[in-house]
């Protein structure tokens, strides 16, 4: 394999201005894990740093959930509290893994700053699968412990492991064995915080990345790799606050500029989108105001009520944002900046946004759980002006585009997305095989087909893996077609997206039936055994075999472009 350097990225020119030595946000380079990486020169590098910076906040508030106001004094009080029990009841200490599966809410917050002050690495559970998918994310992790809430402990009742249960009156706590959160979590007086002062290499959470093989694999991120993505954050926030100034000539209020502004938090804390907007907040001394699930009345609650004027989102909210009779120009107008990742947008909802919100600054960023999300990013009119594009390699983010056999492909040539940054991942959990086909020298393979033009614009052409995105969610088809498989009624299956106006994409799939069921039935076995938003929403029964390659194969490629064409010829 051809292993040379890649040539080096071309960049947004704004990154000029504000990185470099002596200007607002300077670079240095590091060796972590004998890596050599690039590092913003005075940003935190581990969480710990992150904790005692906030922990000083005092009465500034925090976390906001419904009627639920704390602030930071309170927040890491009461991580104080739990803290020192997971560190002497449950003997949680460096590299201890610790399951957290619950709604969006404060407590998730406090178990987080908890297990990872004391060392411990926190797996954040997918909290709305099913009893199945979250003990075998448990047990892919290697979790001694498990924090869970009341529905989730109902619904894992009895799991290999301790549990601290928040809302403990909703579930039958073990003898000896379980815990109640609230009674661990209280504020005790002259009991301070005090977080185990990490290596940049120390793990610190485990994110679930759906299984291309039919189960998700746990993705390693350490304290190093939070905390540079928390930096490149404020850090592209910055460059987007000019640009918006600069493009549409409105100062942007210091109360609303990037490092001030309230982080809202829209998707579930499972994600690297729930979760790293927290780590970001803490980071700037934020807000962060945690929504249990997307509801588009709260959203305008926030806009009207908290001056939320940044929204990161996913197409399924904006669409329905601006189906809501509370879209008023007045409130349209309050949202400065609107920020997606993922494929490109509807051009009808770009139009849309661009007639009503002519003074909201769109971003696409393109990144993954495996590279804590920063990869690339475009802005503005250079958005509008390459909508397919994913934009520029982020400041300190190493981006290439390879061929099979490593080498760098041409401009414009066709090849897999490389990644490499100090916020690339350590490795899937308890998957070696599966970590040296994705980390190579340094550099994470994405399982992206992209390419990159002359001016240094990368675009995702396709998916290398087979992978829906509905509502935000990823979905990948081996999974589906694994439980598929089970239902001894089935003797072939494909799963499969199909366009949806609202979701993007919604899963769907042929079934070769070896034996009588209905579309019902296989929805039930599915629903039975994974989250509701991977079920197929349409199932298509049939006797006839599915087509195959010359080397025996199904041939995806053809059949998902047939019934895609099928579908939109209705």
Same mark, same amino acid.
């Given at each position: ?6 040539r080096?990225n071309?960049? &947004? #020119? ?24 690039? @590092? ?8 710990a ?24 004094e ?12 997971l ?5 949680v200490?460096?590299?201890?893994? $610790?399951a957290?599966?619950t709604?969006?809410? #404060? ?5 987080l ?5 004391? !060392? ?12 199945e998918e979250?003990?075998?994310? +448990? ?8 924090i ?6 109902? =619904?894992?009742?009895?799991?290999? +492991? ?15 064995q379980?815990a ?10 002259g /009991?301070?915080l005090?977080?185990? &002062?990490?290596?940049?290499?120390? !793990?610190?959470?485990?994110?679930f ?6 189960? *998700? ?10 905390a ?10 910055t460059?987007? &606050? ?10 942007? %209020?210091p ?6 502004? %309230?982080?809202?938090?829209?998707t ?8 790293l907007?927290?780590?970001?907040? +803490? ?5 962060i ?9 709260i ?5 009207e009520?908290?001056?939320l004027?940044?929204?990161?989102? $996913? ?8 189906q809501? *009779?509370r ?16 494929? *490109? ?10 007639r ?5 600054l ?6 993954q ?7 690339c990013?475009?802005?503005?009119e ?14 300190t983010?190493? $981006? ?5 056999? !490593? ?17 690339v991942?350590?490795?899937? @959990? ?10 190579? &020298? ?9 390419? @990159?033009?002359?001016?240094? =614009? ?9 992978? $829906? ?11 589906v ?16 997206? =199909?366009?949806?106006?609202?979701? !993007?994409?919604?899963?769907?799939a042929?079934?070769?039936l070896?034996?009588?069921?209905s ?13 509701i ?5 349409? /199932? ?5 075999s ?5 080397t ?5 490629a ?5 019934a ?7």
């Amino acid at each position: 394999m051809d292993r040379t350097e890649p040539r080096a990225n071309l960049r &947004d #020119p704004l990154a000029e201005r504000l990185i470099g030595p002596g200007k607002t946000f300077e670079t240095e380079q590091v060796t972590i894990a004998g890596i050599r990486q690039q @590092v913003f020169r005075h940003a935190p590098r581990n969480l710990a740093a992150i904790y005692r910076k906030a922990a000083d906040l005092g009465a500034r508030p925090m976390v906001v959930a419904g009627d639920v106001r704390l602030s930071y004094e309170e927040t890491f009080a009461r991580a104080a509290g739990l803290s020192q029990a997971l560190r002497g009841r449950f003997q949680v200490g460096p590299g201890t893994r $610790v399951a957290i599966a619950t709604a969006n809410r #404060p407590e998730w917050v406090i178990a987080l700053i908890a297990v990872t002050a004391a !060392g411990g690495i926190a797996a954040l559970v997918n909290s709305r699968g099913s009893a199945e998918e979250m003990l075998h994310a +448990m047990a892919t992790a290697g979790c001694e412990l498990a924090i869970l809430d009341g529905e989730r402990a109902a =619904l894992v009742p009895d799991p290999p +492991m301790s549990r601290i249960v928040i809302e403990g009156e909703r579930a039958s706590l073990r003898p000896g064995q379980d815990a109640d959160f609230a009674e661990l979590s209280h504020a005790q007086p002259g /009991i301070d915080l005090d977080p185990l &002062d990490c290596d940049p290499s120390h !793990g610190a959470v485990i994110l679930f990345t759906s299984g291309t093989t039919g189960r *998700p694999k746990g993705a390693l991120l350490s304290q190093g790799a939070l905390a540079h993505a928390a930096a490149l954050s404020e850090v592209m926030g910055t460059m987007q &606050d000019l640009l918006y100034e600069e493009e549409l000539g409105i100062a942007v %209020p210091p109360d609303r500029a990037s490092m001030a502004g %309230p982080a809202v938090i829209l998707t579930p804390m499972f994600h690297l989108t729930g979760m790293l907007p927290v780590v970001r907040g +803490m980071s700037l001394g934020a807000t962060i105001h945690i929504m249990a699930k997307w509801n588009v009345d709260i959203a305008f609650d926030m806009i009207e009520q908290s001056g939320l004027s940044r929204v990161a989102f $996913v197409p399924t909210m904006l669409w329905d944002m601006l189906q809501s *009779p509370r879209a008023t120009p007045e409130n349209l107008a309050a949202i400065r900046s609107l920020a997606y990742g993922g494929g *490109p947008l509807n051009s009808e909802l770009v139009a849309e946004v661009r007639r009503r919100m002519p003074k909201s600054l769109i971003t696409n960023t393109y990144g993954q759980s495996e590279n804590t999300g920063w990869a690339c990013s475009l802005s503005g009119e250079a958005y509008l002006s390459h909508p397919q594009s994913c934009g520029w390699a982020c400041p300190t983010v190493d $981006v290439s585009v390879r061929r099979e056999d !490593g080498s760098e492909a041409d401009v414009d040539e066709a090849g897999e997305i490389w990644v490499r940054s100090a916020a690339v991942m350590s490795e899937y @959990v308890g998957d070696p095989a599966a970590t040296a086909a994705t980390l190579i &020298d340094g550099w994470c393979a994405t399982g992206d087909i992209g390419k @990159v033009d002359e001016a240094g =614009l990368f675009s995702v052409l396709d998916r290398k893996k087979d992978m $829906v995105i509905s509502g935000g969610e990823n979905i990948y088809c081996a999974e589906v077609e694994r439980l598929l498989f089970d239902h001894p009624a089935v003797r072939e299956a494909i799963a499969y997206g =199909l366009p949806d106006p609202r979701l !993007g994409e919604r899963v769907a799939a042929t079934v070769v039936l070896e034996t009588e069921t209905s579309e019902a039935a296989l929805k039930a076995h599915c629903g039975e055994r994974m989250a509701i938003y991977k079920v197929p929403r349409e /199932i298509v029964l049939t006797r006839e075999s599915l087509p195959r390659t010359a080397t025996g194969k199904i041939d995806r490629a053809n059949f998902v472009k047939t019934a895609r064409a099928a579908r939109e010829e209705k």
